[in-house]
């Protein structure tokens, strides 16, 4: 808490602070490192105070004398071995109390459960009971227990939103839990913490935190089809997405054209925050960069560039944006 307390004034700073946390899993993380902290503060203090001591009580000179050798002192020998072992006993307990708690599944019957496919390098989120299928953000309601089932589609990643909780791998073949109760709403950012290939740095990710009838409207909106289009730029834009090789890695559902899901889900795109996993705000200048020079804004990035005029992309990201 003394980290929260401190760091309070530089949330928007340090957006992915674990001193800051805003779930129970994270709460028990930050209460743990905050034990640890005032263990080594005081082995600290008392080490530097006998250090000060000896160095001014001892200091060389002429007629100073030597201080008395305690060689072979039983009674400190047997001191200095016990407090450092009575320390690490001190520190052990609750750390391994905690890896209990954290690593078990959770026993919420009313969790929400949320499927997250980690891919080279963005995040898929599926709500298998709400039917959602979105990318790079997830919703959830704020005071509910979110269970995270963790997969992945290629290589090792790892899910990590410090303020919402410790990292957990995603392992091609096997699936891995993580759950937690975010108790305060917000934005939070997320980075995939386990080197992925290429754009492992560039593979972040949001969690939105609702309040719980923002995060109904909110999912109600996404389970459905996407939303007519009229604006004409958006309509032409979407004829130039569906020309074109983007209706091949990309679902926009309730299209004519079945899309291929090699990219994430873009059905609601226009209401996502961030652009390329995280990196860049999702606003219409962004979004052409990100279509005109794809492999130079997020560098090895499984998405090609795709020859287009600026008119063409200028269509596609209205029509984009049109996708709320
Ligand atoms: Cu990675």
Redesign the pocket.
Known sequence: MWGAVVLQGCNGEYPQSALHPSSDFATRLDDLFDQIFWWAVGVFVVVEAVLLYTIIRFRAGPGKRRPKEIHGNVALEIGWTLAPALILVAIAIPTVQTIFIVDRPTDDENALVIEVI?R??WWEFRYPELGIVTANEAHVPVGRTVDLRLRSAD????FWVPRLGGKRDLVPGHENHLWFRPDSVGVFWG???????T???L?GMRVIVDEPADFDAWAELNAGDAVPITDPEARAGRGVFMANACIGCHVVRGSPVVGGNFGPDLTHFGGRLTVGAGILDNTRENLIRWLDATQHVKPGSLMPEVDLTDEQIAQLAAYLLALR
């Open positions: 980690g080279q390098w290589v090792l990643h790892s980075q995939c913490a386990e080197y992925c290939g754009a492992h740095a593979m």
